[in-house]
């Protein structure tokens, strides 16, 4: 397709062009200048490397009062200043002559970058042609608000950018799919100028954390949630700690969740954390995919070295795989998949080893007599699963294995009786399942996503349903503790939280990619701070 580049022919930047370390810039967008003066500092102490002022948010400002006191010597940190106007996604509505003097004035009063838009590029170099500072860099930027070029056109932009004279080219667009950031990819690397290029929007968020791996100037992270300056936005916090900004180049290999949605995932804490913890040179962060196909297929570089796949896509990356491994294929469901050197992908699926494992143990730990070691506890029980997708089919054949009767219930009964079909056991609706107890001491296990966050009062069983279960199991874990779960264990259930089938199946995982033996205790320990990501303890 026209429009869409793949990175498989994308090389980070060679070692004669050395680019310096990309930097991470804080927006401050405070609306009283000593509350900006503040925010830089702020930033400063997170240890940002650049702050961006913008003037534009300022109530009230007035460039001769209010300059000197948010540009005050000595600062903590290098000055962006940027009075970004309305019809470039700004809050100035004034003319340009009065813009240009405020950042004329940011200029002599040492500012270190100063951010003036294409459309009026030529205009502002006239006005200071002979009076910016030396030590004063003019980035020049343009912004798309509504989709991502061609390749082709975002490469004349660079150009046109740079005939303006600019020292720094900047460009933002907004993603409409994943695969729209590949060409940006493909911009920084080969722009022979400092350039900073971002993808706006949650589909462009990669853009924001692996533009370092290509040469990226700086990127852009927020003093905290609810301040971002642009959709999509990370923290500085998040760009520093989870992602490990810092250590980003060009030899970082890159893993990440595919899914839709994935903001809710904490993948990236748990593995991002696992990384460092043993040294191994990647970075793991959210792919929000909408075309799993098209997606693999554009991000097919040898540096895209693995993925875990989540709802909606496990059952199609078994048909987007190379080779899959012999379970994941009697499953009908991946999780897991990696790229080898050779290009080609491989298929696993270890959710059904961790889910079964959980619900086993689970078990074991609520029975007050020793069981037979040789014998599942899930044998001869009988088993309901909520949910026919790839989860759904991961806990079926797993339960099966253990020799438990399995019952499928799901939303659409053309999908619950195809798995049931496969399974060997009966098929219900949801509705069905509200009246169904054809004996007591029964095992439930919900692997849909109802009542996963924000949705966190719903719930796949009523409370009177679930009376008749006595162990239940729900793979969402986000909340720890859903509805679901409270209300077995109120009914006296023993309950199995889907944060432990996480953790184990994310042990297989990190197996797969790093080819390194999983320290349990070392990867529990990280676990443990998914409850508060925000702490990212211990670092071992």
């Not at 301040?227 to 180049?249: F, M, V, W």
Request: aromatic letters at 6%; charged letters at 20%; glycine letters at 8%.
């Amino acid at each position: 397709m026209a429009t869409t580049m793949s990175v498989s022919a994308v090389s980070p930047p060679a070692a004669a062009v050395t680019r310096p370390r990309t930097m991470v810039c804080v927006p401050a967008t405070a609306r009283a200048p000593r509350e900006m003066a503040a925010e830089l500092a702020a930033a400063a102490a997170l240890g940002a490397d650049v702050a961006e002022l913008r003037l534009d948010c300022l109530a009230g400002f007035t460039p001769r009062r209010d300059l000197p006191v948010i540009l005050a010597k000595p600062r903590p940190l290098p000055a962006l200043v940027t009075y970004r106007p309305k019809w470039e996604g700004g809050e100035y509505e004034g003319d340009d002559d009065s813009r240009f003097e405020a950042l004329l004035l940011a200029m002599e009063l040492g500012a270190e970058y100063v951010d003036v838009e294409l459309k009026v590029a030529d205009k502002f170099m006239k006005l200071i042609s002979g009076r910016k500072p030396d030590n004063c860099k003019l980035i020049v930027s343009s912004h798309n608000y509504e989709t991502t070029p061609s390749s082709e056109e975002l490469a004349n932009l660079v150009a046109q950018i740079q005939a303006t004279g600019a020292d720094i080219v900047k460009i933002a667009t907004t993603a409409t799919e994943i695969v729209d950031v590949a060409k940006m990819f493909q911009i920084l690397v080969h722009c022979q100028v400092p350039i900073i290029g971002l993808l706006m929007n949650d589909r462009g968020f990669i853009s924001r954390v692996l533009c370092p791996k290509y040469g990226g100037f700086l990127t852009f992270g927020s003093l905290k949630k609810g301040k971002e300056s642009a959709p999509a936005q990370p923290t500085a916090a998040d760009l520093i700690n989870l992602y490990n900004i810092r250590q980003i180049g060009p030899d970082t290999k890159v893993f990440g969740i595919i899914g839709k949605p994935v903001g809710h995932s904490k993948s990236p804490i748990l593995h991002n954390e696992a990384f460092r913890s043993v040294g191994f040179n990647a970075v793991y962060v959210p792919f929000l995919v909408d075309d799993l196909a098209k997606f693999l297929d554009t991000y097919s570089s040898p540096d895209f070295a693995g993925f875990s796949c989540t709802i909606p896509h496990k059952e199609a990356a078994v048909r987007c795989c190379d080779e899959v491994d012999p379970i994941a294929r009697d499953i009908g469901a991946v999780n897991t998949i990696v790229r080898r050197p050779d290009g080609k992908l491989v298929g696993y699926n270890t959710d059904y080893v961790g889910a079964i494992s959980a619900i086993e143990d689970g078990i074991k730990a609520s029975e007050s007599e020793p069981t037979d070691p040789d014998k599942s506890p899930l044998a001869g029980r009988l088993f309901v699963v909520i949910g026919a997708g790839g989860a759904g089919k991961a806990l079926a054949y797993g339960a099966k294995e253990k020799g438990a009767r399995v019952v499928i219930a799901n939303r659409t009964f053309a999908r619950a009786q195809e798995l049931a079909n496969l399974i060997g056991g009966p098929a219900l609706t949801l509705a069905d399942l509200e009246n169904y107890h054809p004996e007591e001491g029964m095992i439930l296990a919900n692997t849909t996503a109802i009542g996963m966050h924000p949705n966190v009062n719903e719930t796949p069983l009523s409370k009177q349903a679930l009376r008749s279960y006595a162990v239940v199991f729900d793979a969402v874990y986000t909340p720890k503790e859903t509805r679901l779960l409270r209300e077995a264990a109120e009914c006296g259930a023993t309950v199995v939280s889907g944060l432990e089938m996480f953790i184990r199946q994310a042990m297989g995982q990190f197996e797969h990619f790093t080819g390194m033996p999983v320290d349990d205790y070392k990867f529990r320990a990280i676990a443990s701070s998914l409850d508060n990501p925000n702490t990212m303890k211990p670092r071992l």
